[in-house]
């Protein structure tokens, strides 16, 4: 009974984020999961101020036992000129509320050190949820070699796979944000399960959901209400639509119940420059090509086709519509 019950162990590479904050919160309200740290990244923000950010939320969650440890400043090629998505969740990451800065501060240890300590610590025991560009996963692997068979899981939210992208017509943003870094880790050997947007943009968040958000006496869904806003804002203006899309909780639900989605299996690799840099294309493995391919030989990963939308986004409600 004891295995049955045991928690998963979980460490959230993030760059909070509007809906990493969700993510975060749907995660600390998870009883299937123990969150032992977090790892902070650039993406939605600059490192240092999702770093800033990672600590706030533990802060506003009463959960700052949890050790934030700051990620890489620049891609694995050591690029400083970084895409950061400032006009989709506000310049301070979460919604331009301007928040005081946490009393907290990360530890010594680089994220990949500690990627790779808790992989050390808890060998297959560890799932990473991957809710940014890939850069400090593919310096834990440059880090350990033998981290890939170490760690439990890598679910990644990363990819377009068989629809556009969300940065240009090619490119999903996590992807985009350092396509080296993700194709090493796409081909490291590790247990991966990837989440692309033509998963997540099938999971939304509807006016009467944000209204349950509202009304609700939870600290964690009256704060998302205070940020939200602008998340709202930027869905309308891109897509036309009343709503927004859940991507990093969705991704995190994966860790919390893989059945929500169903998957495929094959090679992911990923274009690195060029106008479709950050492409992931997926070999399904079924047919035996007669030339040797830069997919011969690779590691298959798994990667998310369908999902249970409805499910979804009434797990996420029910976590976050609940105190302690």
């Not at 928040?99 to 240890?109: D, H, R």
């Not at 006016?207 to 509202?214: C, G, S």
């Not at 992931?280 to 090509?289: A, L, R």
């Amino acid at each position: 009974m004891a295995a049955v019950t045991k928690k998963k162990k979980v460490i959230i590479d993030t760059d909070p984020g509007i809906d990493d904050a969700m993510a975060i919160f749907v995660a600390l309200r998870s009883p299937e999961l123990e969150v032992v740290g977090l790892t902070t990244i650039f993406g939605n923000v600059y490192t240092a101020l999702a770093t800033r950010n990672a600590l706030h939320l533990l802060e506003t969650a009463g959960r700052t036992d949890i050790p934030v440890a700051e990620g890489s400043h620049v891609t694995i090629k050591k690029a400083t000129k970084l895409r950061i998505a400032s006009f989709v969740h506000g310049s301070d990451g979460l919604g331009n509320q301007n928040f005081p800065p946490p009393a907290g501060k990360a530890v010594e240890q680089s994220a990949a050190a500690f990627l790779v300590e808790q992989a050390n610590l808890y060998p297959g025991q560890v799932t990473v949820v991957a809710l940014g560009p890939l850069t400090n996963l593919a310096l834990a692997v440059e880090l350990d070699p033998s981290f890939p068979k170490k760690i439990g899981q890598i679910i990644i939210l990363g990819g377009a796979y068989s629809v556009n992208g969300n940065v240009n017509p090619a490119a999903e943003a996590n992807i985009f944000g350092d396509p080296d870094a993700a194709d090493i880790v796409f081909t490291c050997g590790a247990d991966i399960l990837a989440i692309g947007i033509n998963i997540t943009h099938q999971v939304l968040l509807s006016d009467v959901d944000r209204k349950k958000l509202e009304e609700s006496d939870s600290k964690y869904a009256r704060y998302l209400s205070n940020i939200l806003g602008y998340y709202y804002d930027y869905h309308m203006d891109a897509y036309s639509i009343t709503g927004v899309y859940l991507h990093d909780p969705t991704t995190l639900l994966a860790a919390v119940d893989p059945s929500l989605m169903t998957y495929t299996e094959g090679v992911v690799r990923v274009q690195t420059d060029g106008i479709t840099k950050g492409l992931t294309v997926f070999d399904n493995t079924k047919k035996t090509y007669g030339e040797i391919t830069a997919w011969c030989g690779k590691p298959t990963v798994k990667v998310a086709v369908t999902v249970d939308a409805p499910a979804v986004v009434e797990l996420i409600m029910q976590r976050l519509l609940t105190d302690d």
